[in-house]
């Protein structure tokens, strides 16, 4: 296979690279380290971009994402001085005389007021980080966000990013940069997260009570993800705290946490656990009247444990489980034609990662993770006559390893090799006791996914920075299987079938692979100001193929294969970012354009999930996204926020000399995710260490839909008649969200802590419409109707604790 000599190229290249670096270094007789790591003083975790600065020496360092730093320094005594937005400069004294190790925590400024409301990282960084595209959210920032019946949460605070989007309100997943929602790589603590929702779309999977910070990657993609062809959200668990025991938690409308850390072995032994669920049926009698009814229930549970035996092996193992339940009420959508009074939605995530971080030395790093992660989903319905079991599944197990060479100031060297293993059971329908329903069980898809990468970050001099890496890889499809082979100068339907092809358990049958190359470049033009380019490919093996507007839990998984090639993406960003003299007001705004090869989307009148091969009932294309992003943030005073525009466009276009696999008539076409104007606005009022209070406005063009231009009467039945596709749009979204949180006085420093948070949702209870829908008249074509999620306000109280 290609992926074996790719393999070791990149570990000769790293290799050949350090050596080469190694015999540039000054001798150990004259050049020392000061290594360790910067945690927080009350919760232990790690601070990422630390600013440290050698006072004698006016050099300058940042902390890495586990609040790892490396100074290194001839012979000598110094101070260092650490300093980071919300937390009290320190200054430390050293001797180097022989490579030091030493622990540094920082404590919480709680007189300070001014706070970063969308960023943790150092007040300049974002003009001076080298990637393009990549922001980072902390949950003391999230936390400042209007909630959603009381519930802070993960996904929604990335609608307010520009260039992040979402099909509707209340709909799964998100939307980034013309991408579909599957597009997305979404990692909790390693482990990828094929739904990213609770109770529909309303909440996302992530307890905030256990996240330590968030990063979305939409533009400069590091060598070392791959995939996805769209964005990489990376989302952290904080370190259990080793030092005492504290109990967090939370009392809401709609559900409840809480939580428990600690050390079994002070600072070598810890563990944390935290649970939410929510069993509030009846409070949906309280909801709009669309909603009255609805059964709607959900669990999660994260645990961390963490073991530290010495200062060179750190080892953690991570478990999550969560299940959700959601079925509406036979009166919850009475009047509008549609009949979901059976239908039931069962679907449940679990994850486990084990990984192994060995700190070599001073200038090398390994990571190696072992990863499972399981999807299931379950649709159901109890009508006597027709009653069914719809099941799927998809089991993905991956072994990764990453080493990290950092040989000067000048060079980072990354490198890695991945395995995956995937399994998919596509569905598998089982028919009620007393049913007329036929059973159907699909055969299931297996293949491997082979990575290998390098990446370097070099920092060519004060002004210019570069990161360029190279990723290879490649899917092995595997039996058991029967493939099928079609006639020549025809459509793929199941009427042109030619032959069958079985293969055996484990026997390879089609691979597929290439480079994805990666390159961003920073060009500091002056103090506060820099531009920044990047250019990426990205491949997608695994897409969720569906022909509804937002995909539902069930929705079907497929691998790609001979007929079904994979999704591939190539990015071009360019984007400006200006500071002011103290950081206090942050401006920025990028270009992309971003070619689609392979898009896939579905045919007039196609039936997946249950359809023997998949290929007859898609097609594949291409696309195009473009458009603009811009951001105005204020950081510092009692009044902080930002305002976000985004000009967006995605165009399809699925073409072929068959007519029955074109998608509107050939010719380009919106995608269903395609909203060119998106503005959000977030404020937050801080008079007070222990009061503040925060406004959200969001503005969006409505989503493409597609009317019937006409109605035909067959045999006594109205049939719609559909033309172009996505040539009309839904109306315009717009909301405004208020909050207010009330503390205890932080300056006290008690040791128990409680906060109120009381929310408006909706404020001015505006209807907005999720989607449009037709009811058949022999007299009009246009009957529409209008389906509003949350068509009035929606207030919230919630009351969190710690001690």
């Known amino acids: ?126 003009v001076r980080k080298v990637e393009i595209g990549v922001s980072q959210l902390t949950i003391r920032s999230i936390r400042r966000i209007p909630p959603l019946m009381g519930e802070v949460d993960i996904v929604r605070s990335l609608l307010l990013l520009p260039g992040v989007t979402t099909v509707g309100e209340g709909a799964p997943g998100f939307n980034v940069r013309g991408g579909s929602a599957d597009q997305n790589l979404i990692l909790f603590d390693d482990a990828p997260v094929f739904n990213s929702s609770h109770l529909m779309g309303f909440f996302s999977v992530f307890n905030p009570d256990v996240v330590r910070d968030v990063t979305l990657n939409r533009g400069g993609v590091a060598a070392a993800y791959g995939g996805r062809a769209s964005s990489v959200l990376d989302v952290k668990i904080k370190e259990p705290d080793a030092e005492k025991w504290s109990i967090n938690g939370g009392i809401g409308i709609i559900s409840s946490r809480l939580g428990i850390e600690g050390p079994i072995i002070k600072n070598k032994l810890s563990f944390l656990v935290a649970a939410r669920a929510s069993f509030n049926d009846f409070l949906f009698k309280l909801a709009p009247p669309n909603l009255k009814g609805t059964q709607a229930n959900f669990y999660d549970l994260t645990a961390k444990l963490k073991y530290q035996p010495n200062e060179k092996n750190t080892i953690t193992l991570t478990g999550y489980s969560s299940k959700d339940i959601f079925k509406l009420a036979s009166d919850s959508l009475s009047g509008q034609e549609i009949n979901a009074s059976s239908t039931r939605f069962n679907y449940q995530t679990t994850n486990a990662v084990l990984r192994w971080n060995y700190f070599m030395s001073k200038q090398v790093n390994l990571a190696t993770s072992v990863i499972l992660s399981r999807y299931q989903a379950d649709l159901s319905s109890a009508d006597s006559s027709n009653a069914f079991q719809l099941k799927s599944g998809i089991w993905h197990r991956q072994i990764k390893s990453d080493l990290t060479y950092a040989p000067n100031e000048a060079h980072q060297w990354q490198a890695g090799v991945s395995a995956i293993a995937y399994q998919l059971q596509p569905n598998t329908r089982i028919p009620g006791p007393n049913s007329n329903v036929l059973p159907v069980d699909l055969a299931r898809e297996q293949a491997y996914e082979l990575a290998a990468y390098v990446q370097d970050e070099w920092r060519v001099n004060s002004a210019v920075a570069i990161i360029a890496g190279l990723r290879y890889s490649e899917l092995v499809n595997r039996g058991p299987a029967t493939v099928r082979t079609y006639q020549e100068n025809g459509p793929r339907e199941d009427e042109t079938v030619a032959a069958l092809q079985t293969y055996g358990s484990g026997k390879i049958y089609n691979a597929m692979g290439g480079l994805e190359p990666r390159l961003s470049a920073r060009w500091s033009v002056s103090e506060g100001k820099a531009i920044k380019a990047g250019y990426s490919r990205l491949r997608q093996y695994i897409q969720q193929v569906t022909n509804t507007t937002a995909a539902l839990p069930t929705s079907r998984w497929h691998l790609s294969d001979m007929y079904t090639k994979p999704v591939i993406a190539d990015q071009w960003s360019l984007g400006y970012f200006s500071n002011t003299a103290d950081n206090a007001i942050e401006a920025s705004g990028e270009v992309y354009y971003k070619t689609l090869t392979n898009a896939i989307d579905y045919r007039d009148g196609a039936e997946l999930q249950l359809a023997e091969a998949v290929e007859t009932q898609i097609v594949q294309g291409s696309g195009r996204a473009y458009g603009f992003e811009g951001l105005l943030r204020k950081n510092k005073g009692r009044w902080t926020g930002f305002m976000s525009y985004t000009y967006a466009r995605t165009f399809l276009t699925m073409n072929s000399p068959y007519a029955s696999e074109r998608v509107n008539n050939g010719n380009p076409y919106p995608a269903n995710y395609d909203k060119p ?17 925060s406004l959200n406005f969001t503005y969006s063009t409505g989503r493409p839909t597609t009317q019937p231009s006409a109605i035909a009467r067959v045999a006594g039945i109205l049939i719609p008649i559909y033309l172009d596709r996505n040539q009309q749009r839904v109306p315009d979204y717009h909301r405004l969200d208020f909050s207010m949180t009330f503390e205890q006085n932080p300056l006290k420093h008690k040791k128990n802590q409680s906060s109120w948070v009381f929310s408006v949702y909706n404020v001015y209870a505006h209807k907005n419409a999720y989607s449009i829908f037709y009811k058949l008249s022999p007299a009009s074509a246009s009957d529409a109707y209008k389906l509003s999620i949350f068509g009035t306000v929606f207030p919230s109280l919630t009351y969190n604790f710690k001690f």
Not at 69 to 89: A, W
Not at 677 to 693: E, I, K
């Open 1 to 126: 296979m290609r992926f074996i000599p790719l393999l070791f190229f990149s570990l000769s290249l790293l290799n050949g690279a350090m050596a080469q670096q190694k015999a540039n270094l000054p001798s150990t007789s004259s050049t020392f380290s000061a290594t360790g790591y910067v945690r927080d003083a009350k919760t232990g975790k790690p601070i990422q971009g630390v600013n440290i600065v050698v006072l004698n020496v006016s050099k300058g360092y940042v902390t890495a994402k586990d609040g790892f730093y490396v100074v290194q320094l001839p012979l000598g005594n110094y101070v260092l001085r650490f300093s980071h937005v919300g937390y009290r400069s320190k200054q430390d004294t050293i001797s180097l005389q022989k490579t030091l190790f030493r622990e540094v925590t920082m404590e919480d400024d709680a007189k300070d007021l001014e706070e970063v409301v969308v960023t943790s990282e150092t007040p300049d960084r974002n």
């Open 677 to 693: 104007h998106t503005f959000n606005v977030l404020a937050t009022h801080r008079p007070t260490p222990w009061f503040s209070m």
